[in-house]
């Protein structure tokens, strides 16, 4: 798959199957993550892996009993709130495999860093036909201390990015997406590079 095809058609896939992610493709996307760029190549990023459906469901249940106690008031005016509450809600939308992209303690931007390793594990995995989401709902709850300490993660470590990973159900459509807003376009005078058009449209898809 070219680079711009993945770009363009990776989507935040909220329903899987449940067939499980094999270890190497896992192992092939962690080392996609790691190849992300990071502040004079620190790379401060640690991995947790869940893949124990029955450890999913607590873990959707017990983030969801959090959320519902501390949910900000913006979003609990929100429709997001009753999702949550509903019995059959699952977080981490019932799929087989949850990657969770740490920041260790670094000088320099660590959840930046973190930022940039998950657009690459996102976009390896639509490469191999997985589908991801991040979900970043769990995020409050995976940084208790004591859901650290549950799953033998250091104190100092903070949960950046939680992705779901697995495979599709079915197919996903495409969200809009809005131009760029240029707020500053500074050149060289009399070069003329405003004139050339900017390709805000996708590039066509390439035939298999």
Same mark, same amino acid.
């Given at each position: 798959?070219?680079?711009?095809?993945?770009?363009?058609?990776?989507?935040?896939?909220?329903?899987?199957?449940?067939?499980?992610?094999?270890?190497?493709?896992?192992?092939?996307?962690?080392?996609?993550?790691?190849?992300?760029?990071?502040?004079?190549?620190?790379?401060?990023?640690?991995?947790?892996?869940?893949?124990?459906?029955?450890?999913?469901?607590?873990?959707?249940?017990?983030?969801?009993?959090?959320?519902?106690?501390?949910?900000?008031?913006? %979003?609990?005016?929100?429709?997001?709130?009753?999702?949550?509450?509903?019995?059959?809600?699952?977080?981490?939308?019932?799929?087989?495999?949850?990657?969770?992209?740490?920041?260790?303690?670094?000088?320099?931007?660590?959840?930046?860093?973190?930022?940039?390793?998950?657009?690459? %594990?996102?976009?390896?995995?639509?490469?191999?036909?997985?589908?991801?989401?991040?979900?970043?709902?769990?995020?409050?709850?995976?940084?208790?201390?004591?859901?650290?300490?549950?799953?033998?993660?250091? %104190?100092?470590?903070?949960?950046?990015?939680?992705?779901?990973?697995?495979?599709?159900?079915?197919?996903?459509?495409?969200?809009?997406?809005?131009?760029?807003?240029?707020?500053?376009?500074?050149?060289?005078?009399?070069?003329?590079?405003?004139?050339?058009?900017?390709?805000?449209?996708?590039?066509?898809?390439?035939?298999?």
């Amino acid at each position: 798959m070219e680079l711009n095809d993945a770009i363009y058609q990776r989507r935040a896939v909220r329903h899987y199957t449940d067939a499980p992610v094999p270890t190497p493709a896992i192992e092939q996307l962690l080392r996609a993550a790691r190849q992300a760029p990071s502040a004079v190549n620190q790379q401060p990023w640690a991995f947790g892996l869940f893949r124990d459906p029955d450890l999913l469901n607590r873990m959707s249940e017990q983030a969801k009993v959090y959320l519902q106690a501390n949910l900000p008031r913006d %979003l609990a005016l929100h429709h997001l709130s009753d999702t949550i509450s509903h019995p059959g809600y699952n977080v981490f939308h019932h799929a087989s495999t949850l990657i969770v992209i740490y920041a260790k303690p670094a000088r320099f931007d660590p959840i930046e860093d973190c930022c940039l390793a998950a657009q690459n %594990l996102m976009l390896a995995a639509h490469g191999m036909g997985l589908g991801t989401c991040p979900i970043g709902f769990a995020r409050p709850w995976l940084n208790l201390p004591e859901v650290k300490h549950e799953f033998g993660i250091p %104190l100092r470590y903070t949960a950046v990015m939680p992705i779901v990973v697995g495979w599709p159900a079915g197919p996903t459509p495409p969200v809009p997406r809005l131009d760029p807003e240029i707020v500053c376009w500074r050149e060289t005078p009399g070069r003329g590079l405003s004139a050339v058009p900017f390709p805000f449209a996708p590039p066509p898809t390439r035939q298999p």
